[in-house]
């Protein structure tokens, strides 16, 4: 993956690429990207460095386009700029990760109706998208058979419900009765798999969102799917990506380092600072973190989960001080993907409640951080205003008037490249 120009212009950024197995890929003939961005740096010595990670892409393509876009976003805001000062010379880095749970062609048409796309081809999908581990194809095959036989099923049949136990154990997520398996996810509020359940909630979902396609047989394997993006974002931040922003740090001791993820990139942004299981934070607190529609957990970064009693996954951002200046989010009720899919996925509750409160299994794309403190609740503002932020400070922006242009079935979700969001993002980097 080489270093990237975005069209039209003479901004350049570095594409650094990883694989299902949280492996950096290795196909470039040049070699390991990581080794080529440490290098660059260690020769040009930025004054800044902006790392992003997106969400739901599922192919190079996609991501560059994203990047390119966002990038652009920054870089047109010349006003913004300038306030980094006359010696500002940033250094951009974008990661391609595999992290498409489902497309949308997959969520058209009715809960019950047999999936448009073949069902070879949807196991091929899955298979890839779920690290094509030992065993996950026969199982995957097992589900899509009985999906073919009754794909209007209002029951659960036994063996699809014990196929996807299977799946989940082999995939390493917790299933209801049975012993945890593997590393914890990424957020504690996720619920304990249960098939039957998923089953149950992705039709009632359904039944509430016509033509979202999000229950009957083949649901829960959205949600297991969804799941492994999540996890797969964790590993990726708290290995590869950690030990490259730590090599930076080290060999710039002067540079200020920010942080933005979308999605799920949310994840792999938090998973950077602490490192594995949390206990290896990088050499220094990085300057800004900005998580933009997050696909993370409300209660994350919190001190107790109220429902658990348990501190968030991410709580060691706050309490080891691992930003030296402001977190800040966005939330768009505009978005689908973190207001109705994101629940459903983590939570497997009976009736998704969309009430305009902080449930158990939201979002931070729809609430913000909750739990945390010191927290200000604030509205986007317009690329002219300042926000006047302050240092170790959580904002939660509430975005709709500006994240809110229709992306089909996921709403809002990636109408993040507009220069108010651009703006929010320069102003977290001047703290």
């Given at each position: ?135 996950v194809r026969e199982l995957l095959e097992r589900i899509f058979r009985e999906n073919e036989n009754d794909a209007g099923a209002t029951a659960m049949p036994p063996n699809v419900a014990d196929a996807y136990r299977d799946l989940a154990t082999t995939l390493g997520r917790r299933v ?256």
């Amino acid at each position: 993956m080489p270093f990237r120009k975005i069209p039209n212009t003479d901004v350049t950024y570095a594409l650094i690429a990883f694989n299902a197995k949280g492996k950096e890929r290795t196909d470039d003939p040049d070699g390991l990207m990581s080794a080529e961005i440490l290098k660059r740096a260690k020769a040009e010595l930025p004054t800044d460095i902006f790392f992003f990670s997106h969400g739901w892409n599922g192919d190079a393509p996609a991501a560059v386009d994203q990047y390119n876009r966002w990038i652009k976003a920054m870089t047109d805001l010349a006003a913004d700029r300038a306030r980094m000062g006359p010696e500002f010379k940033p250094l951009w880095i974008g990661l391609h990760w595999p992290s498409l749970p489902w497309g949308d062609e997959e969520l058209s048409g009715d809960s019950f109706d047999a999936p448009a796309i073949a069902s070879s081809e949807l196991i091929d999908r899955y298979a890839e998208r779920l690290g094509d581990e030992p065993g996950v194809r026969e199982l995957l095959e097992r589900i899509f058979r009985e999906n073919e036989n009754d794909a209007g099923a209002t029951a659960m049949p036994p063996n699809v419900a014990d196929a996807y136990r299977d799946l989940a154990t082999t995939l390493g997520r917790r299933v209801e009765g049975r012993a945890p398996a593997g590393d914890a996810a990424p957020d504690a509020e996720d619920a304990p798999f249960d098939p039957e359940a998923a089953f149950e909630a992705g039709n009632e979902a359904g039944d509430s969102f016509a033509s979202q396609g999000i229950g009957g047989l083949l649901g829960p394997l959205r949600q297991l799917s969804f799941w492994t993006m999540k996890n797969r974002a964790r590993s990726i931040g708290q290995t590869g990506m950690h030990n490259l922003i730590a090599a930076l740090q080290d060999a710039l001791p002067k540079t200020k380092f920010h942080l933005t993820g979308h999605s799920f990139g949310c994840v792999v942004v938090s998973s950077i600072l602490g490192g594995v299981k949390d206990v290896h934070p990088l050499p220094r607190p990085v300057d800004s973190i900005a998580l933009i529609q997050g696909a993370l957990g409300v209660w994350a970064f919190a001190d107790k989960i109220p429902y658990t009693g348990s501190n968030g996954y991410f709580n060691s951002v706050i309490a080891k001080k691992l930003v030296r200046g402001p977190i800040v989010t966005t939330q768009s009720r505009f978005d689908k993907a973190v207001g109705v899919y994101y629940p459903l996925a983590v939570g497997v509750v009976g009736q998704v409640d969309f009430a305009e409160e902080v449930g158990r299994f939201g979002a931070v794309g729809q609430y913000g951080i909750h739990g945390a403190t010191p927290t200000v609740t604030a509205k986007m503002l317009p690329e002219t205003d300042d926000y006047n932020f302050h240092p170790g400070t959580i904002y939660n922006l509430e975005s709709s008037g500006y994240i809110k242009k229709m992306d089909g079935a996921q709403g809002a979700h990636s109408d993040i490249a507009g220069p108010q969001v651009a703006h929010a993002i320069w102003q977290a980097a001047l703290v």
